[in-house]
């Protein structure tokens, strides 16, 4: 097969940071070729180079596509030669149309007015390839995610794409959506259709990929064929090391009770239904405790409703702490109650992006650094040195922006925040997304000292291995119930989604 | 990972520019009224023969623009937390209007009228931020109707007539002038005295600051520069102390002002009820979901803000000695520009007290010196307008430059 693109010693520094340096990639039409890579390795500044964001002249080296020297001044010369980039955040406008997103830029016009009927026929059409049955003057808010992203893939179809990127697709879909988008991969790829997908699923990538280039540290480490594709070549490359075990090492120490949540159940905050309907479950000290369950089976909503009615009306149930009720109605009283909650989304919920690391691990315990509401600048800044050190926050200075941090970075400034409040239990909602493999491991460390010192951890999760890897125990939810409870021999993930699909339906 | 990732090597030099940014944003502001107030003094004299810093003149400056710095410290705290008051010009017109009519009308003593009127900015401020705060009003909208309304009350209030005059010690507000203790003869001592410790109180903030960041290894601000900048201030203030001093000492309405623009400076940089302001302004759901109140907070900073709005219009109405229904207009153009150019962010959760004192003194000076030279009106709006634009072109080229 011939090369489709081949981009050759591809270097480009930004102000003091040599980004790239001699990347080569070479693709070849009608594969899948998967990118891999730690945060911060390159990736996406190498397919900005790609696509035109970076004009040509801002960068060294050369890219041939079709055998034929490129020289992209945008994005819209990319585009005209079909090379169509979707990125991590989608781009569309939730409140138009299918329709009108699908053509936005370049809509289907006569005489400079909008075609409708030819608008809304072409979409039609666009949407059966991606398998999507949906009317096409639908607003796009009203979509899930999933669907959202086959209609990023479907505007690219409508460009004539020959070479679809796809930024980390499927890092905000849930398991079958996931799916739904791989198989459309491949089918597109029958159709002709060249793919470069960047993920950090090692899963996914051996799936449907026919080749993957690895990038450390802005250059190429490795080019692997088909059969050369194994989780732990991925991954030793990536980090340049071994990784001997995904999970570190951990001998469970498991104490008495130290948290029971009993008969919690939660309505919607604006329509009709319960969220939750009936939960229990306990965590007891030295125990990591999993919470399993597909996107929208409400685990989010379970921790959030419990951790200071954050979420949902019409709480009802009782939480213990130690042995006694505890009082979790309001987040400050949950937080006395010794009770944190790590967000699923630190960005918009967890941090302050604007504000230096040492202001976001104070935030909630200002008590802990004041007298009398009077601040004390040095407390703080010897606080957040403290878990600087501690967790291995990698920063020149916690008087350093938080924006500015890698996601694993920013994930130890939340963690930070919350064990300046002394809690006893931690519900850590997804704690490992979207931050590379040795971040994660890291993360999982810090997880395993926490329990060591006989606190309890709950770990929500949408990635089964890391569900099985660190939990003790792991309660199954669907549909807002918990509808089973595994200890770790027992857990596996056909148990697991044995469990989601068996309960299905069954919600009163 | 052992090997640095290249976004966190960047990130060094990052840091030190973003602190000499902010560094440098404080000191260019202080320079930037220099400039201004140099400006001014030269072409006045060279244009009208009057010297611009002469002890009339720069009581004037005082008298005419404490007004603004009192609302903007309010509105500083209302801008922080993701906020605007449109209504302040208004309610500072109604409540000079209440003060006159307790005053005048009903012949209250002047003890009781203060703290009444203070009372009702609470009350109007509580009334406005209970809807932002509680039923997620946009503010913009809230205060858009107070404007409004209470403009329409003061009318009402006043029967479209002025209402005037008031006793001397009401008036004292404004045009009083803090009596010398060493008795009468120039200069004023008390005024000299009171100005020296104020210095003198500066200089020794700012050192025992630079001991706490040496103590706590953050990098400090080089050492000529802190001298410079404290030698600086330490002879503007001097200069100012002496000519007050051997005019009428200084005016009662400085002392109101200097002693807020100090409380409110240690209530947002201090203490953890400004850290939660700024919290609430940079992220708002983080802040909640790390135990802050954040709607009490809200309502909290509209309260203030309706206090400092009806301590304003008491200064201006006892400045005027007379409540006028058309007083205020414009004022809230006046004070959110202040607090602009004084550097805060349209989005919150940033920006600081003696920037927006400094943003104040600019807008005021520009005011005074432009009707001394006797420039139009019309100009005199072209010009503030197009000096808001470049201070706040300045802070996003800046930002963008730094990214």
């Known amino acids: 097969m011939a090369a489709i693109l081949e981009m050759r010693g591809i270097g480009k520094s930004f102000p003091g940071v040599r980004a790239l340096d001699r990347v080569n990639l070479e693709v070849e039409a009608r594969e899948i070729h998967a990118i891999c890579g730690e945060n911060g390795a390159g990736k996406s500044t190498l397919m900005k180079v790609l696509s035109g964001v970076y004009p040509h002249g801002s960068y060294d080296g050369e890219i041939l596509y079709d055998g034929r020297t490129m020289q992209f001044r945008n994005i819209r010369d990319s585009e005209a030669e079909g090379i169509i980039i979707i990125h991590q955040e989608l781009a569309l406008v939730p409140q138009l149309s299918i329709g009108e997103n699908m053509f936005l830029g370049n809509e289907i016009t006569r005489g400079g007015v909008i075609d409708w009927p030819r608008t809304w026929a072409r979409t039609r059409e666009l949407l059966a390839k991606v398998g999507l049955d949906e009317n096409p003057t639908t607003p796009v808010e009203k979509l899930g995610v999933g669907k959202q992203q086959l209609i990023e893939i479907a505007k690219a179809l409508a460009k004539d794409v020959r070479l679809l990127i796809l930024d980390e697709p499927t890092a905000a879909l849930q398991e079958n959506d996931s799916a739904t988008l791989l198989k459309l991969l491949l089918e597109l790829k029958a159709q002709g259709v060249t793919s470069i997908l960047i993920s950090h699923k090692l899963n996914e990538i051996r799936r449907v990929a026919d080749r993957v280039t690895v990038i450390r540290d802005g250059s190429t480490v490795s080019t692997l064929t088909r059969d050369e594709i194994t989780e732990d070549r991925i991954i030793r490359d990536m980090v340049g090391r071994d990784l001997a075990h995904r999970y570190p090492e951990r001998v469970p120490q498991i104490g008495g009770e130290l948290m029971a949540v009993r008969n919690w159940t939660v309505w919607h905050p604006d329509q009709p239904r319960k969220v939750i309907d009936d939960a229990s479950f306990t965590v007891r000290r030295g125990e990591v405790v999993g919470i399993a369950g597909l996107m929208g089976s409400g685990r989010t909503e379970l921790a959030m409703s419990i951790f200071g009615r954050s979420f949902g009306r019409d709480i009802s149930g009782t939480v213990e702490i130690g042995g006694r009720p505890a009082d979790v109605s309001t987040v400050n009283r949950a937080i006395g109650a010794g009770l944190s909650y790590v967000t699923e989304d630190r960005k918009t919920l967890g941090l302050i992006l604007d504000e230096p690391i040492q202001r976001n691990v104070s935030l909630a315990n200002l008590a802990g650094i004041s007298a009398r509401g009077v601040l004390s600048r040095g407390r703080e800044k010897a606080v957040a040195e403290g878990y600087r050190r501690d967790l291995g926050i990698r920063t020149p200075s916690v008087l350093q922006q938080v924006v500015n941090l890698s996601g694993g970075n920013q994930q130890k400034v939340v963690l930070s925040k919350w064990l300046f409040t002394q809690p006893q239990v931690l519900i850590l909602d997804e704690p490992t997304r979207g931050i590379d493999v040795g971040a994660k491991f890291e993360i999982y460390a810090i997880m395993n000292r926490l329990v060591a010192e006989g606190r309890g951890v709950v770990m929500i999760s949408s990635e089964m291995p890391e569900l099985l890897g660190m939990c003790d125990r792991i309660y199954v939810m669907n549909e807002g119930r918990i509808v089973g409870e595994l200890t770790r021999d027992e857990a596996s993930q056909e148990r697991i989604m044995g469990m989601i699909l068996r309960s299905e339906g069954r919600a009163a | ?403």
């Open chain 2, 1 to 403: 990972m052992t090997v640095p990732q290249h976004d966190e090597l960047g990130v060094a030099g990052g840091a030190i520019r973003a602190r000499l940014g902010g560094g440098l944003r404080q000191n260019g502001m202080v320079l930037a009224l220099l400039a201004i107030v140099l400006f001014f003094v030269v072409v006045v004299r060279s244009t009208q023969g009057i010297d611009f810093l002469s002890a009339q003149n720069i009581t004037n400056l005082f008298l005419q623009n404490s007004y603004v710095i009192v609302m903007a410290l309010g509105m500083l705290l209302v801008i922080v937390s993701g906020h605007i008051d449109l209504s302040v010009g208004s309610v500072a017109a109604f409540t000079g209007a209440a003060s006159a009519f307790l005053t005048v009308k009903l012949g209250w003593p002047v003890w009781a009228v203060m703290p009444a009127v203070l009372m009702i900015g609470a009350l109007i401020g509580a009334a406005q931020g209970y809807w932002i705060a509680y039923w997620r009003i946009p503010s913009f909208i809230v205060t858009l109707a107070g404007m409004l309304v209470f403009r329409g009350l003061t009318l009402w209030l006043l029967q479209g007539q002025n209402i005037g005059p008031f006793p001397k010690a009401f008036q004292a507000l404004s045009t009083g002038f803090v009596g010398d203790v060493f008795g009468p003869d120039k200069p004023n001592f008390t005024a000299l005295i009171l100005v020296a410790l104020a210095a003198a109180a500066i200089v020794t903030s700012g050192l025992r600051a630079r001991a706490q960041d040496a103590a706590f290894g953050t990098e400090p601000e080089p050492a000529g520069l802190f001298w410079a900048r404290n030698a600086v201030v330490v002879a503007a203030l001097m200069f100012v102390g002496w000519k007050l001093a051997m005019f009428r000492g200084l005016p009662n309405v400085l002392i109101v002002m200097s002693v807020l623009v100090v409380l409110y400076a240690f209530v947002t940089e201090q203490t953890t009820l400004g850290r939660r302001i700024y919290a609430l302004g940079g992220n708002e759901k983080a802040a909640r979901l790390s135990g802050i109140k954040t709607d009490r907070l809200v309502f909290l900073t509209f309260v203030n803000m309706g206090v400092l709005a009806a301590l304003a219009g008491m200064i201006v109405t006892a400045r005027l000695n007379s409540a006028t229904p058309k007083a205020g207009v414009g004022f809230e153009l006046d004070v959110i520009a202040a607090v602009f150019i004084g550097g805060a962010s349209m989005s919150g959760g940033s920006g600081k007290i003696l920037g927006v004192v400094v943003g104040a003194l600019i807008m005021g000076v520009m005011n005074n010196g432009m009707s001394i030279m006797g420039i139009g009106i019309d100009y005199q709006q072209v010009i503030k307008g197009l000096v808001l634009l470049a201070a706040v072109i300045f802070d996003v080229y800046n930002k963008a430059k730094r990214a």
